[in-house]
């Protein structure tokens, strides 16, 4: 599956972004889609994640009651609403894709990735 992430742009601390991702080439739901993200000099780290039916999620601590992830399954899209954004939150944005539901926060879990999105959260 090929995953096509988008949305990212600059926004100012305590601002909003939706960030979206649409999948093609494979049956998108049959799979967990993930969120990861990566600032300069860090490791790439867990954001969220939704089950294949979006009946769970999964969110990092550093982001719950912020950030919502979503799925359309009909337009094979998953999208990360970011609300009350952080500097700290500042980072490449990539989604995935996973078959499984276990150990989802686990990126080694993930085969498949999109080419990443730019979030800028300015103090």
């Known amino acids: 599956v090929q995953l096509q992430a988008y949305g990212g742009g600059l926004v100012q601390a305590g601002g909003s972004l939706r960030l979206s991702c649409t999948a093609s080439?494979?049956?998108?739901?049959?799979?967990?889609m993930g969120w990861f993200r990566q600032a300069p000099g860090k490791e790439r780290e867990f954001v969220a994640a939704?089950?294949?039916?979006?009946?769970?999620?999964s969110y990092a601590d550093s982001v719950k009651g912020r950030f919502t992830i979503s799925r359309d399954n009909a337009k094979n899209t998953v999208s990360l609403q970011m609300s009350r954004l952080k500097p700290e939150d500042t980072a490449v944005y990539y989604c995935?894709?996973?078959?499984?539901?276990?150990?989802?926060?686990?990126?080694?879990?993930?085969?498949?990735w999109g080419q990443g999105t730019q979030v800028t959260v300015s103090s």
């Open positions: 080439g494979g049956t998108f739901s049959s799979y967990t």
């Open positions: 995935a894709a996973t078959t499984s539901w276990i150990a989802v926060q686990n990126r080694s879990r993930y085969a498949y």
């Open positions: 939704i089950s294949w039916r979006g009946g769970s999620t």
